[in-house]
Structure formats: structure tokens, C-alpha cells
Nanobody
Framework: QVQLVESGGGLVQAGGSLRLSCAAS????????MGWYRQAPGKQRELVAT???????NYADSVKGRFTISRDAGQSAVYLQMNTLAPEDTAVYYC?????????????WGQGTQVTVSS
């Protein structure tokens, strides 16, 4: 079992910044891709950004140039630096990780952290 614990959400004014963190823990595991997704009220969950073990990144068009995803050297934590936030960025942000644990593939989600951007 792998657990993902997120932190760093909160309330910020438009134009401000927040940094989200997500740490993985549990039994022996190897994580491949980690990412951030978000879900606004009444909308489907959508991709924000992903990062692979070799550092390749992918961003939603809506966040390109404003958000930056990164991973720690141990590959078990992922971060999302969010700058120039706008009210439309308001959502619950979820961390996601896929990989293998004890030889079995997994895909896990964190519990989510609320980001609210006021105008």
C-alpha cells in the first residue's frame, strides 16, 4: 500500500502564489509518473501537470507559464508551484502516482487539498 499526503492548499488573492506538496510513503515501491489533477465544483477532474522519473513534464494549456511541477531527488515527493493564480484555478487539487509495489502496478490518489483564489 502506498499513501499520498498532500499539503499547501489555502486561500489566496488573484495574482498570488501557492506551493503544493505531496509525499509518498508505504511499503517498498517504485514510482514512475507523479502528477497533479484538479476538480472544480460541478466539473470533471482534469489534468494539471505530470512529471516522469526522467524529469519530462506535461502541463495543461491553462496553466502553462504559471505553474511548475517538480520532484525531489528521491522521487517520492512532488511539488506544484502555482504563480499568478486566478479565480478559475479554484478547485480541489489531487496528487496522483503510478508505479509498482512489491512487483504489482499501482495508481493512487491523495485525499485532495483545497485551493481557493479570490478575485
Amino acid at each position: 500500500q502506498v499513501q499520498l499526503v498532500e499539503s499547501g492548499g489555502g486561500l489566496v488573492q488573484a495574482g498570488g502564489s501557492l506551493r503544493l506538496s505531496c509525499a509518498a510513503s508505504g511499503s517498498i515501491f517504485t514510482i514512475n509518473t507523479m502528477g497533479w489533477y484538479r476538480q472544480a465544483p460541478g466539473k470533471q477532474r482534469e489534468l494539471v501537470a505530470t512529471i516522469t522519473t526522467d524529469g519530462s513534464t506535461n502541463y495543461a494549456d491553462s496553466v502553462k507559464g504559471r505553474f511548475t511541477i517538480s520532484r525531489d531527488a528521491g522521487q517520492s515527493a512532488v511539488y506544484l508551484q502555482m504563480n499568478t493564480l486566478a479565480p478559475e484555478d479554484t478547485a480541489v487539487y489531487y496528487c496522483n502516482a503510478d508505479g509498482t509495489s512489491d512487483g504489482y502496478p499501482f495508481n493512487y490518489w491523495g485525499q485532495g487539498t483545497q485551493v481557493t483564489v479570490s478575485s
